[in-house]
């Protein structure tokens, strides 16, 4: 259990921060949970999970499947698969779960008129929005705007939301060097455009970093850098893409050279915005608070914080893409709260999705384009995953979800580094790193193959948990993860190292 | 009423197609109607619908607006707006809406638990399939797989299903000039890709066809060629544009002409194919059945046959962009069965979105990628979506609604023959075309600024009717719209051209 990890460092703050989860009624919400894991075949997924992912493979890729959950059954923090297996899920469908499976008042929201009549009219929200949209998003998804953004263009998933904001930054772009909204495109412009030519489809870009991702699209896999089979065979824009730093662990060990090796990225970054300029500049930049699918890669608050004050010297829009760090797990709501952005300096853009259900760009009003149907589309987004949104928002706050992640992510890594410290790590695992990020924990094993066989075996033993980056191990829970499930994961984890 | 404008012109035989379908139910599916449209405020939106707009202008931009509809209320084929008016709707939500505003067979869907749990434990498809996946879309999506295409991707939008397409179709083309499935990338190409750079990032293209839309996300937007203004300071890949026929009509007084034409855009469009093996090849030709955001432009089912056959002689994938024109409406549940290819020449995508509510790309087994994660994302589509589709389609083939559509098609096709051959159309309407694609028919009207008077005036008179491209009036009601639906629409009309 968590405990003999705890007690074998007694040092660490760990009690007290668990006892503290006990204030936050996070089990209120998913009251029904089982009371652990329980695996009941002898692999997973079982002969059940095999036979549906044949039958799906029958029409659509099953490569990637990891199992087939019985999503009817599954509770709380726990999934329930197609062989009856039930485990921990730390995972939560990439990071897409806020607060768990079947939670009841979330049930309750979907069999209400308003639901149900929302789910089948559903509009074309920019020509045709419901009465209530406004209301809608005035109790939800604007109650949780980023400082300094107070306007919102919803969209369907998370690579759209970046583009979009993309498409802004261009819009702006080009509109500041033209001159202001009000002055007209020219006919070369409007003509051009028609043919995929300069100067209406203008030489510009998006800086994005190495190891970053931003989706799946033609224009968001351009600024993605995470793997190459992502990549591989799909034509992209001529984009750059700048260095991330790449931390030593401990951070209290090699402060010296990480901050020589932010120094060189931010150099590197500048002299490209600079560089650019010329041939193809840069009209926004884009980052992740953690970079997540490239290995769950931090840097420094002050990193940041220079990021977005050279991109404004050089005259580039700034997104912060928090399509995977959004919503409460980071131990803020937004994760780039925590770098101390002064007023003025905050982002233009801030893009969501996963776990908020809805998705969507908040911006600065001045980045609205000038003309309508410039940023435009068929739904511009879906009414139910704003209601979705809206009683998530709610019941986060009502039960303090956020300083109870905050909480448990500061137990949860003192368990880790104990664990981890202790002979069964070694040589196994290194970097755990997000230590103040909630509970987005991620550590690296020691090759690719001891991570797949570590998650691997974590799956036969309960817990179903992710990979990122080559090497390392991402946790993802639930904003409903408290002291009992980070019993079993730190328990588990200690198990399963054993066995390596 | 429509029956003064059957009367005079006996020749019609209008009352045949309207006596017939009386036999399909439609009606039944959509039983609370409104009588008629009914409009209270002297414009249309009224102050209520003026004030939802300037309340959701605070937050997003509400220049598109048309109206703001209380959806709660709405019902059938009709819309009711903020201010209470009952407006018949054959705009439908830009295409989306299939069988109208709370369907009662459809309400009772959204309030089941099997809806209400998908909806709440929205799954990453791709890994975490749920257990029933196989079974919701073998009774749903893959009961009216296109001839020839057994393969579903499933999507979130229009948009990225035609990237999807994109995205298979590139890699398919790379692995054939590699060798097959088996042949390994270099490491130049895994490398280079990352850097966004040939070989990994290859030079090659999508064509498409002037006044093509086709989305507008970065890749969608690079093959859209409707407007301008969709596409204006957004960079795009160089990609080419072949013309697509500019038919004459009435077609039978026009037939030696439209020949010759299609007979140039074709040689064009295959010369254009030649001539990019050079710098960048075709991998992929897109193209709409009927031309829609870019003015309904038809051509006839050989030029379609051509383009599909030419393609394959140049080695180039062929998608069959179904987005609006699926489902139904154009009296076929696609609209590109009515080209008559034989089999082995069916296309190689057809990708589908609005009416369905879901999206996604049917396709071949050997377009399947040759490596996992390939083409994945995060939630690769929606089940409930997935699930709303199930029900709409029982629905439409229980009430055989793609025969109705025919039907009522045919007969107000007729009908807006004979209106528009009298003096109150003269000089005003021109064009009208989409005979034999069920109630997709469309007109042009005399000018831009004619045509959005007349939309205007429609709404005052109780019809959201939509445009497209630039002086073109578009139909697109929904598959319950009827005899009772087309009298009105008619004679709305007629009323309104005389007023014009």
């Known amino acids: 259990m968590l405990s003999r990890a705890i007690r074998s460092s007694p040092k660490l703050p760990v009690t007290r921060s668990i006892v503290r989860t006990r204030h936050f009624s996070s089990l209120d919400l998913v009251p029904n949970e089982p009371a652990g894991p329980s695996v009941i075949t002898d692999k997973v997924p079982g002969p059940e999970g095999i036979a549906a992912s044949k039958e799906i ?15 009817e059954e599954s509770n709380g923090n726990y999934l329930i698969d197609a062989d009856g297996n039930v485990l921990l899920d730390v995972f939560a469908q990439i990071s897409s779960i806020a607060l768990g499976y079947n939670v009841p ?9 308003e639901f149900a009549k929302a789910a089948m009219n559903r509009p074309a929200l920019g020509s045709f929005p419901p009465v209530q949209w406004a209301e809608w998003l005035k109790t939800g998804l604007l109650t949780v705007t980023p400082k300094g953004l107070d306007q919102l263009i919803t969209t369907l998933c998370g690579s759209s939301a970046n583009e979009t904001a993309f498409k802004c930054s261009f819009m702006a772009y080009r509109q500041r060097e033209r001159g202001g909204p009000e002055v007209a495109f020219t006919k070369e412009e409007m003509d051009s455009c028609m043919l995929n030519q300069t100067p209406g489809a203008p030489q ?9 991702f931003h989706g799946r699209l033609f224009g968001s896999l351009s600024a993605t850098r995470s793997k190459a089979i992502h990549k591989v065979d799909i034509p992209a824009f001529d984009w750059p893409a700048a260095p991330f730093p790449e931390l030593k662990y401990p951070l209290d060990e090699h402060v010296k050279e990480n901050e020589a090796e932010e120094k060189r990225c931010l150099e590197e970054y500048e002299k490209i915005l600079v560089e650019s300029k010329i041939t193809r500049p840069v009209a926004a930049v884009i980052i992740e608070p953690i970079l997540s699918e490239g290995g769950d890669r931090h840097a420094s608050n002050d990193f940041f914080r220079q990021l977005r004050l050279i991109a404004k010297k050089h005259d580039a829009y700034f997104i912060v893409d928090e399509v995977q760090t959004g919503v409460g797990a980071t131990g803020t709501f937004w994760a780039h709260e925590k770098w101390g952005l002064k007023q003025g300096e905050e982002p233009d853009f801030v893009t969501f999705s996963k ?7 908040y911006h600065k009003k001045e980045t609205r384009p000038n003309a309508p149907y410039r940023n435009y589309n068929t739904w511009m987004g879906d009414p ?17 979800l956020v300083s109870h992640t905050a909480a448990t992510g500061s137990s949860l890594a003192s368990s880790f580094k104990s664990v981890f410290s202790s002979s069964v790590a070694s040589g196994k695992v290194m970097n755990l790193r997000g230590e103040g990020d909630g509970t987005y924990l991620a550590w690296d094993m020691a090759s690719p193959s001891l991570r797949d066989s570590f998650v691997g075996k974590m799956r036969v033993n309960g817990i179903q948990i992710g990979g990122c980056g080559d090497q390392t191990v991402r946790l993802r829970p639930m904003l409903t993860f408290g002291e009992k499930h980070a019993e079993i994961l730190v328990s588990t984890t200690e198990k399963v190292l054993r066995e390596l």
């Not at 139910?384 to 303090?400: S, T, V, Y």
């Open 384 to 400: 139910i995953r704003a209601l979705q949104a809206r009683e998530m928002i709610k019941l986060i706050k009502q039960h303090d």
């Open 355 to 361: 776990k908020m259900q809805a998705a969507g760009v």
């Open 57 to 71: 493979d029958t029409f659509q890729d099953s490569r990637t499947h990891v199992i087939v959950p019985n999503y």
């Open 105 to 113: 008042a979330l049930l309750e929201l979907a069999k209400t008129d």
């Open 204 to 212: 510009l870009s998006v800086l994005s970093f190495k190891s970053g």
